[in-house]
């Protein structure tokens, strides 16, 4: 088993910046990569960001390219992604989940919420 729990929501207006935190617990040695969700009020949840524990390597949506940066620290079990320049479409549930060898995400966290104000 493996526990997730995000941190760092809250309300930012449009241009802000926040940082979130997801800290894993658990058989974290199973974990391949980490990588953050968002879903929208009405919409289905959608890819953000996502790196490899080993290596370093990320990627992320076309929607938050060069505004959002994920990043890890392996002795805090911890990854984060910073969001800059946010508008009100990045107002979502964020989720942060863990995927094994087999590369499919199956821990979640509880979510954070992130509210974007015009």
């Known amino acids: 088993q493996v526990q997730l729990v995000e941190s760092g929501g809250g309300l930012v207006q449009a241009g802000g910046s926040l940082r979130l935190s997801c800290t894993a617990s658990g058989r974290t040695s199973r974990n391949s990569a980490m990588g953050w969700f968002r879903q929208a009020p009405g919409k289905e949840r959608e890819f953000v960001a996502a790196?490899?524990?080993?290596?370093?390597?990320?990627g992320y949506a076309d929607s938050v390219k060069g505004r959002f940066t994920i990043s890890k620290d392996n002795a805090k079990n911890t990854v984060y992604l910073q969001m800059n320049s946010l508008t009100p479409e990045d107002t979502a549930v964020y989720y942060c989940?863990?995927?094994?060898?087999?590369?499919?995400?199956?821990?979640w966290g509880q979510g954070t919420q992130v509210t974007v104000s015009s």
């Open positions: 989940a863990s995927s094994g060898p087999g590369g499919q995400y199956d821990y």
């Open positions: 790196i490899i524990w080993i290596g370093g390597n990320t």
